[in-house]
């Protein structure tokens, strides 16, 4: 069974900075792809990004050139780098990977940039 958890979410104005970590327990985390997605409220979960061992790292449109994923095998932790936060970057934020045959999330970190 694997543990994932978020933190370092957080309240920032329009154009600062934040940098989430997401810690496995029970599994490494140089799985084939480590994903970010995002869920604000009354909205549908959407995709943020990817660490893959076969490509390296992916990003949705919204958030290409701001945000940076990468992990350190040593901490087994993902992080998620996010500068220049809009309004529009307002979600919990969730960590996701397969590790065998499940799927299994973080239970999320509240990110809030105001307006």
Do not use: H
């Not at 309240?11 to 934040?18: A, D, I, N």
């Not at 061992?53 to 940076?68: I, L, M, P, Q």
């Not at 307002?90 to 397969?98: D, L």
């Amino acid at each position: 069974q694997v543990q994932l958890l978020e933190s370092g979410g957080g309240l920032v104005q329009p154009g600062e900075s934040l940098t989430l970590s997401c810690a496995a327990v029970g599994g490494g985390v140089n799985v084939l792809e480590m994903n970010w997605y995002r869920q604000a409220p009354g909205k549908q979960r959407e995709y943020v990004a990817s660490i893959t061992r076969a490509y390296g790292s992916r990003y949705a449109d919204s958030v290409k050139g701001r945000f940076t994923v990468s992990k350190v095998i040593s901490e087994n932790t993902v992080y998620l780098q996010m500068l220049n936060l809009k309004p529009d970057d307002t979600a919990v934020y969730y960590c996701n990977g397969v590790f065998g045959d499940y799927n299994f999330w973080g239970p999320g970190t509240q990110v809030t940039v105001s307006s």
